[in-house]
């Protein structure tokens, strides 16, 4: 009986620990990144725009300091030529707790045609912005390449 009461014991303790469910690490989803100035700090290219890839002949960079809120952005989205505009950024949340984009031109034309919820992901290597009308998802670069 003695053995029995071990045996009952053991075999009810390795069915126990085999149906544990193992703990894998990519089961909980990683919080969203924090979006902040010193995240967003570089030079990003757009490369998706309206839910379709840029063609080779059209581009978008742009680069943010975070120290002095400021960016710099060339593209030729509209033209056949580059166009260069610098301005001042800023960040903030929503109610909903989201971070929300939005910037001021300083050539005069006044701000940017939208605030846009931005979204970066987990090693800053992409970042997502979504206004109304539009999704764009730009992605790091080093440096911006020779423009013409």
Same mark, same amino acid.
């Given at each position: 009986m003695?053995?029995?009461?071990?045996?009952?014991?053991?075999?009810?303790?390795?069915?126990?620990?085999?149906?544990?469910?193992?703990?894998?690490?990519n089961?909980?989803?990683l919080p969203?990144?924090e979006? $902040?100035y010193?995240a967003?700090?570089?030079?990003?290219q757009? @490369?998706?725009?309206? #839910? !379709?890839?840029?063609?080779?002949? *059209?581009?978008?960079?742009?680069?943010?300091?975070?120290?002095?809120r400021?960016?710099?952005m060339?593209?030729?989205?509209?033209?056949?030529? $580059?166009?260069?505009?610098?301005?001042?950024?800023?960040?903030? @949340?929503?109610?909903? #707790? !989201?971070?929300?984009?939005?910037g *001021?031109?300083d050539?005069?034309v006044?701000?940017?045609?939208?605030?846009?919820?931005?979204?970066?992901?987990?090693?800053?290597?992409?970042?997502?912005?979504r206004?109304?009308d539009?999704t764009?998802?730009?992605?790091?670069?080093?440096?911006?390449?020779?423009?013409?």
């Amino acid at each position: 009986m003695r053995y029995f009461k071990l045996l009952f014991l053991a075999v009810t303790s390795i069915i126990a620990i085999g149906c544990e469910k193992p703990v894998v690490d990519n089961e909980q989803p990683l919080p969203e990144p924090e979006v $902040t100035y010193e995240a967003m700090d570089g030079t990003w290219q757009l @490369t998706e725009w309206r #839910g !379709e890839a840029l063609s080779d002949q *059209t581009f978008l960079y742009i680069a943010f300091d975070d120290e002095t809120r400021r960016f710099e952005m060339w593209d030729n989205l509209g033209s056949m030529y $580059t166009q260069q505009r610098a301005g001042t950024y800023s960040i903030s @949340t929503n109610t909903k #707790g !989201e971070y929300i984009l939005c910037g *001021t031109y300083d050539n005069g034309v006044g701000d940017w045609n939208a605030e846009y919820v931005v979204s970066i992901d987990q090693e800053a290597t992409e970042m997502v912005w979504r206004s109304e009308d539009e999704t764009s998802i730009f992605c790091r670069i080093a440096e911006i390449p020779e423009l013409d």
